[in-house]
Every structure is written in C-alpha cells, then in structure tokens.
C-alpha cells in the first residue's frame, strides 16, 4: 500500500484546509488510517484516526471539535476537514495506514502501530 498526501498550504489563522489522502490499493486493507502531524522540533504525533470498516473516529485532544476525519471506500481516500486553524497547527501532516488494530486514545494523542507512511504535506497556518 501507497499513501499520497494533498491538499497542503498557506492559510490564515481561522480558516479551513482539507487534506486527502490516496491510496495504491483498498484503504479496508488496513484496519484503521490516521492523520499525524510533526511541527518544527516535535515529534510526530497522532491527530486523528478513522477505522476503514465502520467509520468510527477518534481524535487528539488539540483538533477534538475543529478536526473531522472522514473516508470514501470507493475511492480508497481519506481526508482530513480542518476548520479554525491556529498557527500551532502548522506542520507536515502524514498519512498513516497498514495497522492490524484500531487506534486508541493515549496521552492526548491517537495511536497504532501503522506500518506505512505518506511522504507528507505541509500546512502553514500564517497571517
């Protein structure tokens, strides 16, 4: 399985972006498929997180109400709707698939053990 990114950009603080991630194959190989996100000096982490099946999603504490993951199986796409960015948004944003287990909520963060990556997309959330 390949992951692509798009959807990245300049945007000002308050404003939405939606982020899409294809994939070479079924996205319902893989049991469940996150979004992460690395801003300058942090480690990548966790955002939110959609399990292919049934649609269920849980999100990290930081984009929980603002943030909406979402999947078309037909497609093999997931997305990631995001509505009043804050600068702290800004990040590379990866795709993440190729997990036996659904996510869990740990530390703030959503988590599984994926095995394949997106090459990422940047996102600037800047005035």
């Known amino acids: 399985l390949q992951l692509v990114e798009s959807g990245g950009g300049l945007v000002q603080p308050g404003g939405s972006l939606r982020l899409s991630c294809a994939t070479s194959?079924?996205?319902?190989?893989?049991?469940?498929i996150a979004w992460y996100r690395q801003a300058p000096g942090k480690e990548r982490r966790g955002i939110a997180c959609?399990?292919?099946?049934?649609?269920?999603?849980i999100y990290g504490t930081s984009v929980n109400g603002r943030f909406t993951i979402s999947r078309d199986n037909a497609k093999n796409t997931v997305y990631l709707q995001m509505n009043s960015l804050k600068p702290e948004a800004t990040a590379l944003y990866y795709c993440?698939?190729?997990?036996?287990?659904?996510?869990?909520?740990?530390?703030?963060?959503?988590?599984?053990?994926?095995?394949?990556w997106g090459q990422g997309t940047s996102v600037t959330v800047s005035s």
């Open positions: 993440a698939a190729d997990s036996p287990t659904r996510c869990i909520y740990y530390n703030d963060y959503v988590w599984a053990d994926f095995e394949t």
């Open positions: 959609i399990s292919t099946s049934d649609g269920n999603s």
């Open positions: 194959g079924s996205i319902l190989d893989s049991v469940a």
